[in-house]
């Protein structure tokens, strides 16, 4: 969906726009995040993110307005003019997320955006996230913290051993398996924990 990959096999239309037909019209409407996206860690934090206004076209003066808010949404002024290299996990990653939002998508495609995170950086990108998702966002989100689904997503899809096991609601999915909670009632749809983990 990303753009990342050839399709194999089916379509992939964004707003009804089919996506190998209106490729670069759709990139410029997406942010993607990656497990393993690296950043060039000689660069300051601003030095990236004006790099990526300019690589997204977004007019000159506007970059530097919007790096400002994005500093105040993510947190990023103590660390706006540190090297990469030399900030923690958490600020590397808000300063991830910061540089795919240069842009203002409409649609996010964010893979374990708050793995490794400590809990006051998860906090902030999942506060992000919800105002987002208020503004009229699409997100697409992938997480292995059932928490996480359960606290900022409308629509849950639930994958084991990669077969799709459940979609729903996390109201809807709580209640056809009569559990509390959404780690619980992956359980009860797995069978129970796996003998080792």
Do not use: W
Request: contains cysteine; proline residues 2%; hydrophobic residues 35%.
């Amino acid at each position: 969906m990303a753009g990342i990959l050839e399709p194999t096999e089916g379509e992939i239309y964004f707003d009804g726009l089919h996506y190998q037909e209106n490729e670069i019209e759709i990139k410029q409407k997406i942010a993607y995040l990656s497990g393993n996206t690296k950043l060039y860690d000689t660069l300051s934090t601003f030095e990236l993110l004006k790099m990526c206004g300019d690589i997204y076209k977004v007019p000159e003066n506007k970059i530097e307005k919007r790096i400002e808010e994005l500093a105040n949404i993510l947190n990023l002024k103590e660390f706006l003019y540190h090297k990469i290299a030399n900030l923690s996990t958490g600020q590397t990653q808000r300063v991830n997320i910061a540089r795919c939002l240069l842009h203002d998508p409409q649609y996010y495609i964010l893979d374990e955006a708050t793995t490794g995170l400590d809990i006051i950086s998860s906090q902030i990108i999942l506060d992000f996230m919800k105002q987002e998702k208020k503004r009229g966002k699409t997100i697409l989100y992938s997480t292995h913290y059932m928490e996480e689904a359960e606290n900022i997503c409308d629509k849950v899809m639930m994958i084991n051993k990669g077969k799709i096991i459940k979609i729903g609601t996390p109201e809807k999915i709580k209640e056809e398996t009569a559990t509390t909670n959404l780690r619980d009632a992956f359980f009860t749809m797995i069978g129970g924990m796996i003998d080792g983990e």
